[in-house]
Every structure is written in C-alpha cells, then in structure tokens.
C-alpha cells in the first residue's frame, strides 16, 4: 500500500491507533486525526497525543501526518479536507473512528435516570462525529472509488451490552447501520463502505481500568480478559480488508476482529487468535465460570 492515502478518525488512541499503524507497517501513508496534540489536551484527559500515534507510524515503515481536527466543528473537518485535497487530491481508504463519549456515558442507570446532556452528549460525539466527517470526506474516496471502514462495538444489533445504557446502543448500533446504507449507497459510485469490531480491548484506557499493563494485563481482575486483544489486532484486520482485491464481497458488513481473523489468518502482536465472538458464546453468554475454562483454547 506503498502509494495509499489513508485518514484515521479518532486516531489519538486505542482502536485507532492500532489501525494507523497498521496501515502504516502495510506502507501507506496515514493522516493521523484527533483532538489531543503535545500542545492541547482534548475533554478526554488523556496523555496520548496525535504525534505520537504518527510517531509509531513511521516507525512501522509508512508516513504519518499528524492533523489537530475535532469531528464535532465542521469547519476543522473542511480543513482537514482541503488540505487532503491540495496535497494529495483524494483518499484511498478512510477509517472513521471516532468515539469520544467516554466522559458522558453513564453506567447501570436506566435512561429516565441519566442526565439528558450527557445522553445528548454520548450521541453528538460518537455519532454525530461519524455524519460529518462522511458528509465532508466522502467526495474524496469517491474520487479515487476507495474503502471506507466504519468502526463500532458488538458484530450485530443483538449483541448485548449490559449496563451501558440507551445511548451509548444507540451509537453503536448507528454506526453499524450507517455501514449498511453506506455500502448500498456508495456501490454505484465503486467505493466499498463496512464496518469493523474489536473483541475485548486492551486499549490504553482498559488497561488502565484494570490497573494492569501490557506486561501483566493477565493480572486483571476480569477472567473474562484472558481473551482481550491489542488495538493492533483490529488494526491487521482492516489493513487486510484494504489490501484485498475482492473487498467489496463485504459491503454492508459488520464484521468482528475474530471473523477476520478466521478468514485472513492474521495473529495478534503476540502471535496468538483470540476469539472473542467464541468465547462468549460458550462461556459469557451462557453464563459458564470461566475459572473451569482454559482461555488458550480460544486464542
């Protein structure tokens, strides 16, 4: 993917992240997106910075271009899509990951009980985000009849999410349906629109929540963790999708990061297959003691 032009959504952190770089160990070259920079620090708080998600980028052997843009202010996104324009006049592949509700989702309450800005707030950051940056992106992947990938949680609208609340279903459920219509929507026009979904991440964030790190995240209190996965895990998956010449069989997709797995024969950073999707058919779903289960028959 040596002459690829890639833009990263969201790409500041976690799946991200994990994507950017590999799109840039698969050569591309990847704009790198998000709100927090070594200079300013978005609502979310974190440490991570744009730069340093470009940093590993070219680490990995592509070219990373770190651009501030907040999904939220359309003008940053007409920036954003200016600039893409002068400098390379179209976009073979665009990864919208954009979430940023983490500071309004508000756990195991019902909706009635939630503070409606927040809930607005879940919507406007995490799907309201997607909207804009398709609206205003768009013309350049049809220009060059690329590959948009929509990133979201759970691999269908029946997967469960407990204690998360109406909103943030509301969301993801969204994104997965605007891959749908998306994948109808741009056929004609012979770009390719799916979605993707990660397993059990251990994002930086989930480590943190954890209080473990890449090191010892085996060490988390969940047992249910032994089958997480790096963001990099989700990000061989969509580097595969953009590097397969017959794609558009996925059109309309939402697929998990264990389905892909099952079908390009990718591993993890470590070498291993978690498979989160069949973990939790026999163990979570069912409600099995994972203690009686060995969790390395299902990576």
Request: proline share 6%; glycine share 10%.
């Amino acid at each position: 993917m040596r002459e690829k032009i890639a833009v990263v959504t969201g790409a500041t952190r976690g799946c991200g992240r994990g994507i950017a770089v590999e799109l840039g160990a698969a050569g591309a070259t990847v704009y790198v997106t998000g709100r927090t920079t070594r200079e300013s620090q978005s609502p979310m708080g974190r440490k991570e910075t744009i730069e340093e998600t470009a940093e590993l980028v070219d680490a990995a052997g592509g070219r990373g271009i770190p651009v501030r843009c907040d999904f939220t202010a359309v003008d940053d996104v007409r920036a954003l899509r200016d600039r893409i324009a002068e400098e390379h006049g179209r976009i073979d592949i665009l990864v919208d990951d954009v979430w940023g509700g983490d500071p309004f989702v508000e756990f195991d309450k019902p909706l009635w009980d939630t503070d409606l800005e927040k809930a607005l707030g879940v919507v406007h950051n995490g799907l309201d985000t997607h909207l804009i940056a398709l609206h205003t992106l768009l013309p350049l992947v049809v220009s060059a009849r690329g590959l948009v990938i929509e990133v979201t949680d759970g691999d269908d609208d029946n997967y469960s999410y407990p204690g998360v609340g109406a909103p943030y279903f509301l969301v993801k459920s969204g994104i997965r349906a605007l891959a749908r219509v998306m994948g109808k929507d741009l056929e004609p026009h012979g770009v390719v629109a799916m979605g993707v979904t990660p397993g059990f991440l251990r994002s930086e964030m989930m480590l943190e929540h954890f209080g473990v790190t890449e090191a010892n995240w085996r060490d988390a209190p969940d047992p249910h963790y032994a089958l997480s996965e790096t963001p990099r895990y989700l990000g061989r998956a969509v580097a595969h999708l953009a590097a397969d010449p017959n794609v558009s069989r996925y059109a309309g997709k939402t697929l998990a990061s264990w389905t892909l797995m099952r079908e390009y024969g990718f591993t993890d950073v470590d070498g291993s297959k978690p498979d989160w999707g069949r973990w939790f058919a026999d163990v979570v779903k069912p409600g099995v003691d994972p203690a009686t289960v060995d969790p390395e028959k299902y990576r």
